[in-house]
């Protein structure tokens, strides 16, 4: 059996195979951010077609943290009824289900609020300049994700994915682009990296040791000046010191060529992309789990960098969204790669009706 059918722990969950369906806002939620059908009816696609965890969508901690209009909330006791009912659907699949829990920070799209970051400083994904955030709103913030990941644990799903990548609000703080404080919030290495220490203690206060606690860490933004791979790495050593129980690891700020999202993996050379930050991370974490996400396409691919060592996971975001049942696919023998090719539609038209697979339609006007 190809290790990608073993089954491998994140903290005392077992997960029966080593595919995780990584993030992508569903742009599906009511007016205050609640669950709906049509949310239920993806995840259950996708719990049913063989995926061993999901990572919800980015999901806000706080009303002044929403990135965009559709965008499902976490700030409230009202939202943990549908959150449980989208526990259920998953769990009826043998599925695990993870919230990705967010502050928008100077990423926001539609005008949802005003743009906010640790420095005033043009955020290059929206071109929106960021009012700089007064220490006693920075602790507001810290204290709502804690929140947030109690209404997450009290409505049963099994884990919480800290968003510190994609230049979002954590991600501002631990990166030298964004970050010019000369506070206790910034300055050296260790004094960026303090937000997301205080947010990973409030969420731990929060859930308990025994509740997993993973992160979608940007481990290089490419920035001038930015967050370099080196540091990083060292960003990942700290939360694993921390007690972190896995790492997703992405980067980039930018959805540029150079960014999170590439566009056109059509070769192999062009798959996992962001394989040279899991060398870098993996000597500093140790056994830590680790998930490795961006354009992975081949099966046999996947399978040689788990075989090598270099993650444990693999995260596939835009092919789930292609093929909900991929992962049984491939478990029956279909082994060569996903059939996601216009992976650069469902992006662009996910504002408009909600996330669906647009790899047969002309391309949006983003
Ligand atoms: C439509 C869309 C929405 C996304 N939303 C999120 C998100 O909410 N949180 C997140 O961390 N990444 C998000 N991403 C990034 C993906 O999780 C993933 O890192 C990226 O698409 C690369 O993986 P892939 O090549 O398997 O698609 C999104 C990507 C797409 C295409």
């Known amino acids: 059996m190809s290790i990608l059918f073993e089954p491998y722990a994140i903290g005392k969950l077992i997960l029966k195979n080593r595919f995780i369906k990584s993030s992508t806002a569903e742009s599906m939620a009511g007016p205050d951010g609640e669950v709906t059908q049509d949310m239920l009816d993806f995840?259950?696609?996708?719990?049913?077609?063989?995926?061993?965890?999901?990572?919800?969508?980015?999901a806000f901690v706080h009303p002044l943290g929403k990135a965009s209009p559709k965008m499902t909330g976490l700030h409230?006791?009202?939202?943990?009824?549908?959150?449980?009912?989208?526990?259920?659907v998953i769990h009826r699949h043998d599925c695990f289900v993870f919230a990705q829990?967010?502050?928008g920070g100077s990423r926001i799209q539609g005008g949802c609020v005003e743009p906010v970051g640790p420095s005033p400083v043009v955020n290059p994904s929206t071109g929106l300049l960021a009012r700089e955030l007064r220490s006693s709103e920075i602790r507001d913030i810290i204290d709502a994700f804690g929140q947030a990941a109690?209404?997450?644990?009290?409505?049963?799903?099994?884990?919480?994915?800290?968003?510190?990548?994609?230049?979002?609000?954590?991600?501002?703080?631990?990166?030298?682009?964004t970050n010019h404080r000369t506070d206790e919030w910034g300055g050296d290495a260790s004094k960026r990296f303090r937000f997301l220490d205080e947010v990973y203690r409030s969420i731990r206060k929060a859930v308990g040791n025994d509740y997993p606690v993973a992160i979608k860490l940007g481990a290089k933004d490419d920035m001038p000046d930015g967050l370099s791979l080196?540091?990083?790495?060292?960003?990942?050593?700290?939360?694993?010191?921390?007690?972190?129980?896995?790492?997703?690891?992405?980067?980039?700020?930018?959805?540029?060529?150079?960014?999170?999202?590439?566009?056109?993996?059509?070769?192999?050379?062009?798959?996992?992309?962001?394989?040279?930050?899991?060398?870098?991370?993996?000597?500093?974490?140790?056994?830590?789990?680790?998930?490795?996400?961006?354009?992975?396409?081949s099966p046999d691919l996947m399978e040689e960098i788990i075989m090598e060592g270099w993650t444990d996971f693999v995260s596939l975001a835009r092919p789930f969204i292609c093929e909900a049942d991929l992962v049984n696919k491939i478990r029956a023998g279909r082994w060569e790669p996903v059939s996601c090719t216009r992976d650069d539609r469902c992006r662009a038209g996910m504002g408009r009706e909600g996330l669906r697979c647009c790899c047969d339609e002309e391309p949006a006007v983003p």
């Open 230 to 297: 080196e540091e990083g790495a060292k960003v990942a050593a700290r939360l694993a010191k921390a007690g972190i129980d896995a790492i997703e690891i992405s980067g980039g700020i930018l959805t540029s060529a150079a960014g999170a999202i590439r566009s056109n993996i059509l070769s192999r050379e062009q798959e996992a992309y962001f394989l040279p930050y899991a060398k870098a991370v993996r000597p500093k974490v140790g056994k830590l789990p680790l998930s490795l996400v961006g354009g992975l396409r």
């Open 76 to 88: 409230d006791d009202r939202l943990i009824p549908g959150l449980r009912s989208l526990a259920d």
């Open 150 to 177: 109690r209404r997450v644990r009290e409505a049963g799903l099994d884990g919480i994915l800290i968003h510190g990548a994609h230049g979002y609000l954590a991600s501002l703080f631990t990166s030298p682009f």
């Open 101 to 103: 829990i967010n502050h």
């Open 43 to 58: 995840y259950e696609a996708i719990a049913r077609g063989g995926a061993a965890c999901i990572f919800l969508g980015h």
